[in-house]
T-cell receptor, first 114, second 111 residues
Framework: NAGVTQTPKFQVLKTGQSMTLQCAQD?????MYWYRQDPGMGLRLIYY???????DKGEVPDGYNVSRLKKQNFLLGLESAAPSQTSVYFC?????????????FGPGTRLTVT | AQSVSQHNHHVILSEAASLELGCNYS??????LFWYVQYPGQHLQLLLK??????LVKGIKGFEAEFIKSKFSFNLRKPSVQWSDTAEYFC?????????FGKGTMLLVSP
């Protein structure tokens, strides 16, 4: 049981390049989330998905897109990377029945945009 | 809109000192409260959570938190910190779908 996994762990992009961050969970959780973590800002929600095939914007969605085609995967895309998107990105998942609401986090992807 | 305020951005303590990290929240519905910890270079891990019932919640590694509804607070405490408690601590409040995190408190424990 790997929990929540993220690839890649590190990435350097040039301004204007695009890329996709991948997240997978093996806990059969319904909900999945993408956050960014910046110094002094805590975690801010980019997008979330309550179930396979549905997505919703969070606090800071501009410049990102997401895809949840399979229950276990949640992809975060950067359409045209900007230096302001330099951050650490965390994926999380959560079950929506039983003991509720706590989110389980992946190890993070450290992205630098030059 | 929900919000979380953590009072201290940085805290420095010596080993064996007592710890209290402040957290105040604003939330309109039934409140669910969490403390997460992030050790250096690692991902967030759940320390403890409060949904209902006893307002004094005990978590892992000797941490506890008290929910005081009248003060909209959920402060984290530990009687005696260790060097291994050096980490960043996040308070979070949430409803059914999403969580809102505070900006975090970096705790440095000196041996």
């Amino acid at each position: 049981n790997a929990g929540v996994t993220q690839t890649p762990k590190f990435q350097v992009l040039k301004t204007g390049q695009s890329m996709t961050l991948q997240c997978a969970q093996d806990m059969n959780h319904n909900s999945m989330y993408w956050y960014r973590q910046d110094p002094g800002m805590g975690l801010r929600l980019i997008y979330y998905s309550a179930s396979e095939g549905t997505t919703d914007k969070g606090e800071v969605p501009d410049g990102y897109n997401v895809s949840r085609l399979k229950k276990q995967n949640f992809l975060l895309g950067l359409e045209s990377a900007a230096p302001s998107q330099t951050s650490v990105y965390f994926c999380a998942s959560r079950q929506t029945s039983g003991s509720p609401y706590e989110q389980y986090f992946g190890p993070g992807t450290r992205l630098t945009v030059t | 809109a929900q919000s979380v305020s953590q009072h201290n951005h940085h805290v420095i303590l010596s080993e064996a000192a007592s710890l209290e990290l402040g957290c105040n929240y604003s939330y309109g519905g039934t409140v669910n409260l969490f403390w997460y910890v992030q050790y250096p270079g690692q991902h967030l891990q759940l320390l403890l959570k409060y949904f209902s019932g006893d307002p004094l919640v005990k978590g892992i590694k000797g941490f506890e938190a008290e929910f005081i509804k009248s003060k909209f607070s959920f402060n984290l405490r530990k009687p005696s910190v260790q060097w291994s408690d050096t980490a960043e601590y996040f308070c979070a409040v949430g409803g059914y779908s999403t969580l809102t995190f505070g900006k975090g408190t970096m705790l440095l424990v000196s041996p």
